[in-house]
């Protein structure tokens, strides 16, 4: 279990954003290659595309969702209401480990909303002032319980 968070937080660390990080850590169980993954994933950080909206690291998690349990069939309601149910479970998970849902919120942004697109330099200051490592790991983790209640193989 903990294999898989520590690669999404090794690939925060190194440069990956909350998005990337989380799906590319469990792109495998899904038959994806981490470049399709890293791709995928790329327009959610910074709150999707830096605007600071729905958090990075959640949007990864619910990526994981679409693809454990989304449908292909436009009539298959069940599915439909499965997999957004699933949504909201992770989403309240989420909200209660980290405070918010919102990028803005769990960087502190009251108010404002810098939509600069230029990432910020991943330096030591970086990584100190901002709780995305710990909020990337907490998403990944969430993931990896949700498998062990499913019984599947996270490994």
Request: proline share 3%.
């Amino acid at each position: 279990m903990e294999e898989r968070v520590a690669r999404a937080v090794e690939l925060f660390k190194s440069g990956y954003n909350c998005s990337q990080s989380v799906v590319a850590a469990f792109a495998d169980l899904y038959g994806y290659t981490e470049e399709q993954a890293l791709k995928m994933s790329s327009s959610f950080g910074g709150g999707i595309g830096r605007m600071r909206e729905t958090c990075g690291a959640a949007c990864g998690m619910f990526l994981l969702a679409g693809l454990q349990t989304g449908t292909t069939d436009p009539k298959d309601k069940a599915g439909k209401i499965a997999n957004y149910k699933l949504v909201q479970d992770l989403a309240a998970v989420f909200r209660e480990r980290n405070g918010a849902l919102s990028c803005g919120e769990l960087l502190g942004y009251k108010g404002t909303n810098p939509n600069e697109p230029v990432p910020e330099d991943r330096t030591e200051q970086y990584y100190a002032k901002r709780p995305c490592v710990k909020i990337v790991e907490e998403a990944a983790r969430i993931w990896n319980e949700y498998l062990e209640t499913q019984n599947l193989d996270s490994k």
